[in-house]
């Protein structure tokens, strides 16, 4: 809400109409509101009159126009609503005289507006105190859209070949043999998971209207050699026992194991369940098996 607590007052006088202006530059109330109320209730006025009590903000009743042509002396409610839709501002302009605000007076006037989501229900009880000045409520607020979130993939084995890491063995010794570096999967075993896109959900703004959301996008499970996708489309398992590696943004697992060169410390020790292709020689102190 507006800091209301040094702001502007209309009152009825015994005579005329008068005008209490108080510090009205910190209240952050705009002269505007005061132009406004005016010409809603049709009082006559002189606007450099009314500038310069704005101006001197004295705090002192000061008659303004004659009661003669003033048409409504009752609550005034306007309503300005955000460009987006998401937002409405509800204005309450005080009664000139000792008149209870009712609800029923908001509801009818927001319905009338359009308003129909969002509406702060709880800020009621304070809006309808009895209240001298000018005041500003958010009174609905829209609920934006949330997107949906993209498909991603699960991999389930070390996508990148494995570095070249020797193990430390227990006794402080480090161990150039036994590298590790064949990922072998045996038939069965789940590759990639492919965890679904949502699909997001819908907002509105405060006169009712849907807000869409955007799904998020869909992915392909990386289906490659030796491979197949469970029938609710959600893993890649592998068909066989073999070497499992990820080339071209497929995921193929092989029975067979090429070494394209020798059998050495870049290698480790050749392990392998399936068939083994050595290009080069297999060095002195190391296996194939």
């Not at 084995?157 to 070249?164: N, R």
């Amino acid at each position: 809400m507006l800091n209301t607590d040094k702001n502007y007052q209309l009152q009825k006088g015994e005579k005329g109409i008068l005008l209490i202006v108080r510090e009205s530059a910190a209240s952050g109330v705009k002269i505007e509101q005061l132009f406004f109320e005016l010409k809603q209730r049709n009082i006559i006025y002189e606007a450099e009159d009314i500038r310069k009590l704005w101006a001197e903000a004295s705090g002192n009743p000061e008659e303004i126009a004659p009661l003669e042509k003033v048409q409504n002396y009752d609550y005034l409610l306007d309503l300005q609503v955000s460009k987006d839709k998401m937002r409405a501002i509800l204005k309450i302009y005080p009664a000139l005289i000792e008149k209870p605000l009712k609800k029923e007076m908001i509801y009818s006037f927001l319905r009338e507006k359009g308003i129909a989501f969002g509406l702060k229900e709880e800020l009621l009880p304070e809006i309808l105190k009895s209240r001298e000045n000018y005041s500003e409520w958010l009174i609905a607020e829209g609920k934006p859209s949330v997107n949906g979130i993209d498909a991603h993939l699960e991999f389930y084995f070390q996508k990148e070949d494995p570095s070249l890491k020797p193990q430390e063995l227990e006794n402080g010794r480090v161990d150039f043999y036994n590298l590790d570096l064949i990922q072998i999967v045996e038939a069965g075993t789940v590759l990639v998971e492919r965890i679904p896109p949502t699909a997001g959900t819908n907002g509105h703004n405060v006169l009712g209207g849907e807000i869409k959301a955007r799904p998020g996008k869909d992915l392909r499970l990386p289906l490659g050699v030796n491979t197949e996708i469970t029938e609710d489309d959600t893993k890649l398992v592998a068909k066989i026992t073999g070497h499992v590696c990820f080339v071209h943004r497929k995921v193929n697992v092989y029975p067979t194991y090429e070494v394209k060169g020798n059998v050495d410390f870049n290698t480790g020790n050749i392990k392998f369940p399936g068939n083994v292709i050595v290009r080069g020689s297999v060095l002195n102190t190391f296996m194939v098996e």
